[in-house]
Every structure is written in structure tokens, then in C-alpha cells.
């Protein structure tokens, strides 16, 4: 072992100079929600830059090539009998959740982008680049009470991104997940499939297989209070019948939920489960969330459309509910701690952002493997044609 006083890692906890300062504490950031309950900040109309596309083998296409369109069944006074357990396990091709992914899909985006981005020069240099799954987890985080997260922080050319770290508990979780939350898991992408069509005016196929490879994200442009963000989310589909075809307005994203029967159950509903449905919509604006109820044997017989911006009726009156100033507060200062904390520019150094439920974020520093997640392609800044490198990364 390394005795005291000899040498130490860079962010260690210095010894304090005689009469001079003290040790500074290590910083961290609370997260309890009577911390964030001011005025609802200042929160850009998400705009729609581009948008990208994943096919069945994971591949990156830079068009709408995946994006579906809602189709839900005829309103002829009958309810929908979708049998969600249909084609399970035999017509299911679940994505490789092993594969690692960090931001490569959104840095390909942004490679192919960065030079024709609006706002102005510098606008990206100022931004945060990140999942709007990431930023998902930041909204909800004052009131979660089971998972927490870690998230990488790294600046490069002034730009901040965040890109998520399975936990290790997560990992444990994934890996001895129980078969019946494996197939509710499909169930939720087989209501998709009854519910969306390739092409616009045509019924939906639930003949096919499931591929759970295959992903649409819209990648968007919006600001937090002083933070301009750039993030791109997975769309279910788009409605042709939408008041505004423009995206992301005539974006709908799907869910499935139990079958409820008692006020209690809705009650419960309305403060767990429509408060991630709410955090992940609002953020890229995508107005309508349409629910499929399922009963216990597996089948949506009732579908029921949740306007994303009406969310929060349902739990205005609970004590024990939650609001969206509290989750829009808590996501700004941390964007700010995140802002405060990574000061150089490095993509080889990473700030590791830790949250547990019931205490603060903390911080912790690291260089290269494992927690570097800027590949080498996006922090060229003019991509030389390495072709061993370059392969390697499919470009
Ligand atoms: P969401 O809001 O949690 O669904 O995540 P995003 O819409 O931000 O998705 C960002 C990217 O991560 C997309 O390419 C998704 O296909 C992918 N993705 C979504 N959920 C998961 C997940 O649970 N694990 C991993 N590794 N990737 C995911
Ligand atoms: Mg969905």
C-alpha cells in the first residue's frame, strides 16, 4: 500500500496548506424535490434537425428508412383483441443488449451534420449532446425510488456530452432478468407492430417478426434554461392525421400498461408510470402517448390516447404526485454541476456522475478505458481516410 503524502491521482482530496485553505469537501449535488419546486424553467420548443435509422442488423442509415406510421384499428364500436403474446419466443429477434452503443449512432449524425448545424457559428461548442433516454433519467430523478444511474462526461471542442453507464446492479439485473418480464418486454414491442404500418394508409402486419434492431430517432434541438441541447430519442411512429404533419409534432409514441380496475390502481398509475411517460414525450415534444391496456392473459382490449401536455392533471391535486417544475429544475442544475465539473476539454478524460435513490450525485474522475466513450472518429477534426480505422467503425 502507498503511504500518505506520496503519489497521488489527479482530484484526490488535497492536505490541507497550513493557514491557508481547508480541504475542499467533494462535490456533490442533492436531489430531494423540495429542492426544485420554483417556477417551471425556460424550456425551448424542441425542433426536429434530422433524424437517422437502424435496420434489422443494427446498421446506421442516415434517413427516415425505419420510421412507421400510426395505424390503429377501425373505432366501429369495437375494441381491439390483440393477443401481445403472439410470435413469442419464435418470431422475436431481441436486440444484443451486450453491444455497448454509447453515442455512436448520434456522433455519426453529428459527424455527417456538424457543418450545416443552425444557430449560429459555435452553437454546438456550447452545447450538451446526449439520449433523450439520458435526459429522461434526469427529470425523473427526484422521485425515483428504485434505480439509479451513472452517466459519462466528457467535453471535447467545448461541447458537453453524456452517455449513460449500466450500473452494476443494472447489469446484474439484465443478466438474471425472469423469463416474464423477458416476454412483457416483447409483449410492448408486439403492440407496436398491431399498431404501426411501413407505409402510410395500410393496415398494420403482425405476421412478421419482431426486431427489436430496428429504431427511428429523431434528433432534435432544444435549450434548458442556459443549456442548448442537442439529443435524439427512438419514435414509435408518425400520424399522417395529425392536426401538424411537421415532426415532432405528429410524432406519437406507444405504450402498454395493465389492465386497472380500482381507483387505487389509477391512482398508482398516475404517479409512477404516467410520470415517465410524461418526462420522456415532453422532452422531444412528442404530444400524444397512446396506451394499449393489457388484461392477464396478454391481450390490448382497450386503448386510451394520454396528451402529453395533460400528463399532469391527472396528479395536480396528489400531495404524493409529481411535478414538472421540480423535474425541469433538478435536470438544470445538474446540467450546470455537469457545466461546473468538466472544465477541460479532453475526450480522453471522463467525469463519472453517480446517483443511488435516497442520496446526492456524486462525482468521480477517470481517464481512458473503460469509461472513454468519444470514439476517435468523431473527435477528428478532419477525418483523415484511415481505412483499417474506418471499417472497423462501418463508416
Ligand atoms: P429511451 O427514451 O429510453 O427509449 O431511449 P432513447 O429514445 O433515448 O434511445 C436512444 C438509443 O438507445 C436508441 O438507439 C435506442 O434504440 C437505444 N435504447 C433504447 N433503450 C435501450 C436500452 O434499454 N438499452 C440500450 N443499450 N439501448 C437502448
Ligand atoms: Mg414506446
Not at 268 to 275: I, N, P, T, V
Request: with cysteine; net charge neutral.
Amino acid at each position: 500500500m502507498e503511504s500518505r503524502g506520496t503519489k497521488r491521482e489527479a482530484g484526490e482530496i488535497e492536505v490541507a496548506e497550513p493557514g491557508n485553505k481547508l480541504p475542499r469537501p467533494a462535490p456533490s449535488l442533492p436531489t430531494d424535490p423540495a429542492l426544485y419546486s420554483g417556477p417551471f424553467p425556460f424550456y425551448r420548443r424542441p425542433s426536429e434537425l434530422g433524424c437517422f435509422s437502424l435496420d434489422a442488423q443494427r446498421q446506421y442509415h442516415g434517413d427516415a428508412r425505419a420510421l412507421r406510421y400510426y395505424s390503429p384499428p377501425p373505432t366501429n364500436g369495437q375494441s381491439p383483441n390483440f393477443d401481445l403474446r403472439d410470435g413469442y419466443p419464435d418470431r422475436y429477434q431481441p436486440r444484443d443488449e451486450e453491444v455497448q452503443e454509447r453515442l455512436d449512432h448520434l456522433l455519426r449524425w453529428l459527424l455527417a451534420h456538424r457543418g450545416q448545424l443552425e444557430g449560429g457559428p459555435g452553437w454546438l461548442a456550447g452545447a450538451i449532446v446526449t439520449w433523450r433516454g439520458h435526459l429522461t433519467k434526469l427529470l425523473t430523478t427526484p422521485y425515483e425510488r428504485q434505480e439509479g444511474w451513472q452517466l459519462a462526461a466528457s467535453r471535447f471542442q467545448g461541447t458537453l456530452y453524456l452517455s449513460e453507464v449500466e450500473t452494476p446492479a443494472a447489469r446484474v439485473q439484465r443478466l438474471t432478468r425472469p423469463p416474464l418480464l423477458r416476454e412483457l418486454m416483447y409483449m410492448g414491442y408486439k403492440f407496436e407492430q398491431y399498431m404501426c404500418a411501413d407505409k402510410p394508409g395500410v393496415s398494420p402486419d403482425p405476421s412478421g417478426e419482431v426486431n427489436t434492431n430496428v429504431a427511428f430517432c429523431s434528433v432534435l434541438r432544444s435549450r434548458l434554461g442556459n443549456h442548448p441541447l442537442l439529443f435524439s430519442g427512438e419514435v414509435d411512429c408518425t400520424n399522417p392525421q395529425a392536426p401538424s404533419t411537421q415532426p415532432p409534432t405528429c410524432y406519437v409514441e406507444l405504450k402498454t400498461s395493465k389492465e386497472m380496475h380500482s381507483p387505487g390502481q389509477w391512482k398508482s398509475f398516475y404517479r409512477h408510470k404516467l410520470l415517465k411517460w410524461w418526462a420522456q414525450s415532453f422532452l422531444p415534444g412528442v404530444p400524444n402517448v397512446v396506451a394499449g391496456f393489457r388484461n392477464p392473459e396478454g391481450f390490448v382490449c382497450s386503448l386510451k390516447t394520454f396528451p402529453t401536455m395533460e400528463m399532469f392533471e391527472y396528479v395536480r391535486n396528489d400531495r404524493d404526485g409529481w411535478n414538472p417544475s421540480v423535474c425541469m429544475n433538478f435536470c438544470a442544475a445538474f446540467l450546470s454541476f455537469a457545466q461546473n465539473t468538466v472544465v477541460e476539454d479532453d475526450p480522453r478524460l471522463v467525469y463519472l456522475f453517480s446517483w443511488e435513490p435516497g442520496g446526492p450525485v456524486t462525482v468521480s474522475e477517470h481517464r481512458d478505458a473503460p469509461h472513454a466513450f468519444l470514439p476517435p472518429w468523431a473527435t477528428w477534426a478532419h477525418p483523415p481516410p484511415h481505412l483499417a480505422v474506418l471499417a472497423r467503425w462501418k463508416l
